[in-house]
T-cell receptor, first 111, second 114 residues
Framework: DVKVTQSSRYLVKRTGEKVFLECVQDMDHENMFWYRQDPGLGLRLIYFSYDVKMKEKGDIPEGYSVSREKKERFSLILESASTNQTSMYLC??????????FGSGTQLSVL | AQSVTQLGSHVSVSEGALVLLRCNYSSSVPPYLFWYVQYPNQGLQLLLKYTSAATLVKGINGFEAEFKKSETSFHLTKPSAHMSDAAEYFCAVSTNQAGTALIFGKGTTLSVSS
């Protein structure tokens, strides 16, 4: 089975901190995605990547950046965390032309 | 631009009753439509997808959805609810078959009572 692993299930950070959310997939997928999930808003795409060192902005990229130095790893970076970035963050991966596989999510609280 | 609207943020049914979760879409091009399910403390899983073949799509766990172009709808149904169906369900639309550029609805939480 495809495994998409997010490094932390729960994370608590302070306002202004730099935050790294890590995601690793073990099936050599080209595509990787970061979504945030908020009650009543569904999932919104932050960034995605179709290849190593390649990134594309999603619907809500402001306040975020990403890094994909290796094919299996896609990192989401909050340069200066703010309280409105408190959310559930979901990573996903897929082969080109195939369905998405999601990780279990990281619940980030920014205090 | 594409969008999906899920009618009802919360649906409650009794075990054994019909499940109906509503989704309407808006798309300027032929859409690809998806239903995902998220069980508590888990990531999303694909339930089923419509990719312009059959209009009635069967998915996992006894769920199915029917694409109705005239109604711009893609409602999810299951004839008989089970306690294990309690979860959050998301309808999504994409411009490509793989669903790599998904636009999600806001979700519907399904509760099942005994």
């Amino acid at each position: 089975d495809v495994k998409v692993t997010q490094s932390s299930r729960y994370l608590v950070k302070r306002t202004g901190e730099k935050v790294f959310l890590e995601c690793v997939q073990d099936m050599d997928h080209e595509n990787m995605f970061w979504y945030r999930q908020d009650p009543g808003l569904g999932l919104r795409l932050i960034y995605f990547s179709y290849d190593v060192k390649m990134k594309e902005k999603g619907d809500i990229p402001e306040g975020y950046s990403v890094s994909r130095e290796k094919k299996e790893r896609f990192s989401l970076i909050l340069e200066s965390a703010s309280t409105n970035q408190t959310s559930m963050y979901l990573c996903a991966s897929s082969l080109m032309g195939e369905k998405l596989f999601f990780g279990s999510g990281t619940q980030l609280s920014v205090l | 631009a594409q969008s999906v609207t899920q009618l009802g943020s919360h649906v409650s049914v009794s075990e054994g009753a019909l499940v109906l979760l509503r989704c309407n879409y808006s798309s300027s091009v032929p859409p690809y439509l998806f239903w995902y399910v998220q069980y508590p403390n888990q990531g999303l899983q694909l339930l089923l997808k419509y990719t312009s073949a059959a209009t009635l799509v069967k998915g996992i766990n006894g769920f199915e959805a029917e694409f109705k172009k005239s109604e711009t709808s893609f409602h999810l149904t299951k004839p008989s609810a089970h306690m294990s169906d309690a979860a959050e369900y998301f309808c999504a639309v994409s411009t490509n078959q793989a669903g790599t550029a998904l636009i999600f609805g806001k979700g519907t939480t399904l509760s099942v009572s005994s």
